[in-house]
């Protein structure tokens, strides 16, 4: 039998636009594999680097990079909550960490405004992730970033499924592997029975 997400046509699929940046960003951590991708300083330095969001000699503090990964980790509970479920104090810590990233409406030749980043080093990088949800709410892009249901997985996948109803980050892999679970715990509850 098909599962639900083959069901409805879904396939993994990279967040487009702005968002690509924050849907890469928010799987720097996910369970299947090497879970943290974000270990050190360093390493948070070198993802930035990569993505020319951080000058190759700029330094990341300890501070910096707690504050980093808090945010990121925050980011990941906000979407895989139901939208009235996340907690106040939850939100508190989140914006208090935005906060910290400046951002500032600025206009192009057109007319156009767009948020920039301001500040400097690892503010300017995480403002400009920030800027990229704040792109993606107004594309309405970012409420289709979603945590995949399987726990031995739980990687933020983009859901192009046609009424936003996709679960899982890939149907062949996490949707059949979730269905054999349950395949399993339903036979050997019957097999007690
Ligand atoms: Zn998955």
């Known amino acids: 039998m098909a599962g639900l997400a083959e069901a409805i046509g879904y396939e993994p699929r990279t967040a487009p636009g702005e968002l690509a940046l924050v849907h890469a960003f928010l799987n720097t951590w996910h369970a ?21 969001l951080l000058a190759p000699a700029a330094r990341v503090s300890v501070a910096e990079f707690e504050g980093v990964r808090r945010l990121r980790d925050g980011l990941r509970r906000l979407i895989g909550t139901p939208a009235d479920g996340v907690a106040a104090a939850e939100l508190e810590a989140i914006n208090r960490l935005g906060r910290k990233m400046p951002l500032v409406v600025q206009f192009d030749a057109a007319g156009n405004p767009r948020l920039e980043p301001g500040g400097s080093g690892v503010q300017i990088a995480v403002a400009r992730i ?41 149907s062949q892999i996490c949707g059949n592997r979730m269905h054999a679970r349950a395949h399993r715990a339903r036979a050997h509850r019957d097999g007690e029975a």
């Open 32 to 52: 299947d594999g090497p879970r943290e991708r974000l270990e050190s300083p360093e390493r948070l330095r070198d993802w930035l680097v990569k993505r020319s």
């Open 130 to 170: 920030l800027a990229g949800i704040a792109a993606g709410r107004i594309e309405g892009t970012w409420p289709r970033l979603k945590l995949c249901r399987n726990v031995e997985c739980q990687r933020i996948f983009y859901d192009t499924s046609k009424n936003h109803s996709a679960i899982w980050c890939s």
